[in-house]
């Protein structure tokens, strides 16, 4: 007897790591919000054409800003309205790649609007997906352009007026009347039938990208639960009885039987003229003093508070990896604070491609305050090392499966007469313990990072005295 066992679409992410917080297994989408659903066909999608490892989701701000969370796929947030002109670059500057712009009706039809008329006019080869909940929900359920006549919002209380506000946005009738989109239709996601309906509309914009035919935008009627004020079931009956009255169901367009695959052939300038073509100033290539492992694979998280030099740190590591012939990325995350808030950035050094800037689970941590160690302790691999400054805080790493260094950095600068030097003492420790950083690098690379000779000099000291703690830590292992 056979059992057919059912399972997400191999398109998400068997667990969420990407995702804050303790719950992994489930989206941040309202109950009864139609995201959840929509993702599932695109997932189900990419899969089955055998292209999610091709397809390029670009997100902007708005409720789905963050489905990189769950697409097993390659992703971009873009600002607000902007993901066409980011789809555009995306798709000119790799052809081959399955480029998805994924909008609501706040970004696409309001601040976005000049953006999608723009890259429909051009018939630029993505698929848009255009999820139309008549409300900004993200922020509260504002008054979006797609605002029904008479509907309540938080920003109009007495319902919109033609008077005051204007008639709702038609998007999939304004893109439908220019020339070059191959595919145009608006569906709903209200019941069974429309789900199935919107499923093979999903499927079809994809296979036209796959098949090089050109622009499709896809409208998509969905619930919004929270901002609506209703519940689900609700939601869905005001769909079928009010929304799609205004926007009606259909296919608006649908050249894509009638035109040639698109030629979208590119041409690349040779890589080692790249650096001469947009004025990249040249060096010679440093000769590392030893080997660097063919393995090189490091995933670094460094944390603290703003004003420790936690960024500083990661974007010096970058550059040392890159002077060693290595692939390496650098993104920061710090709060609005400009001293003493939260900051902390992910670094990337490997031999191989770097898919994604992420940082989830690090291979190493450097923590210079104390919610740095005990926010991210957990998230190092087992075998990975933490590095935490020890003059700060009373407490030690808890795990016993990793390597620990503790590192009085703070102590040390200061008694170098000047704090700010702690990163570099810490450098200096990561230095001298690592089998992916050649002192002789870092060493001819610091007088480029500290042009002044008084700054030069005193943190030539720090990373002196940094390489001399690791000694010791190494004696101590």
């Not at 690098?441 to 005295?465: C, E, G, S, W």
């Amino acid at each position: 007897m056979s059992t057919k066992i059912l399972s997400k679409s191999e398109g998400f992410y068997d667990v969420y790591d990407r995702r804050p917080g303790t719950d992994k297994d489930t989206t941040h989408y309202c109950p009864g919000c139609g995201h959840g659903i929509l993702h599932k066909l695109i997932a189900e999608a990419l899969t089955d054409f055998g292209v999610k490892d091709n397809a390029i989701i670009i997100s902007p701000v708005g409720c789905s800003v963050f489905a990189y969370y769950y697409f097993s796929a390659g992703n971009l947030q873009a600002a607000h309205g902007r993901a066409p002109a980011v789809a555009t670059g995306v798709k000119r500057s790799l052809p081959e790649s399955i480029v998805i712009s994924y909008q609501g009706d706040g970004d696409l039809a309001a601040i976005g609007g000049n953006e999608i008329l723009h890259a429909a006019n051009r018939g630029e080869a993505i698929s848009v997906f255009f999820v139309n909940n008549a409300i900004y929900g993200m922020t509260g359920g504002q008054m979006a352009p797609t605002t029904l006549i008479g509907q309540k919002t938080t920003t109009t209380p007495y319902g919109r007026t033609v008077a005051n506000e204007g008639y709702p946005i038609k998007m999939s009738e304004i893109i439908a009347s220019l020339t070059a989109p191959v595919y145009v239709e608006r569906v709903m996601m209200a019941d069974t039938k429309s789900i199935s309906n919107t499923r093979r509309a999903v499927r079809k914009a994809i296979k036209n990208q796959v098949e090089k035919k050109g622009f499709s935008f896809v409208e998509v009627l969905s619930t919004c639960p929270t901002g609506w004020k209703m519940t689900a079931p609700q939601a869905e009956e005001w769909i079928k009885t009010t929304l799609a009255q205004h926007f009606p169901l259909g296919v608006l367009k649908d050249i894509s039987g009638d035109v040639e695959p698109l030629n979208l052939d590119h041409h690349l300038l040779p890589t080692d003229r790249i650096g001469k073509a947009i004025n990249l100033p040249e060096a010679d290539a440093d000769q590392p003093k030893f080997v660097i492992p063919d393995t090189v694979n490091e995933e670094i998280k460094i944390s603290g508070f703003g004003g420790q030099g936690v960024l500083s740190l990661g974007v010096w590591l970058s550059e040392f990896g890159m002077r060693e012939g290595l692939n390496v990325s650098w993104i920061p995350s710090y709060g609005p604070e400009m001293r003493g808030g939260t900051a902390h950035c992910h670094v990337k050094l490997a031999n191989r491609p770097i898919g994604s800037p992420l940082v989830v689970h690090p291979t190493i941590l450097v923590a210079t305050n104390r919610p740095s160690l005990e926010k991210f302790e957990k998230e190092v691999i087992p075998g990975g090392k933490i590095f935490w400054d020890n003059s700060l805080m009373d407490i030690t790493p808890s795990r016993t499966d990793i390597i620990r260094y503790p590192v009085p950095a703070t102590e040390i600068a200061n008694q170098l007469g000047n704090t700010k030097t702690a990163n570099v003492v810490m450098l200096g420790v990561i230095t001298g313990v690592s089998e992916f950083l050649d002192e002789n690098i870092v060493r001819r690379t610091l007088p480029q990072i500290f042009k002044k000779k008084h700054l030069l000099d005193i943190n030539m000291q720090a990373f002196n005295k940094g390489l001399e703690v690791a000694a010791s830590l190494k004696r101590i292992a």
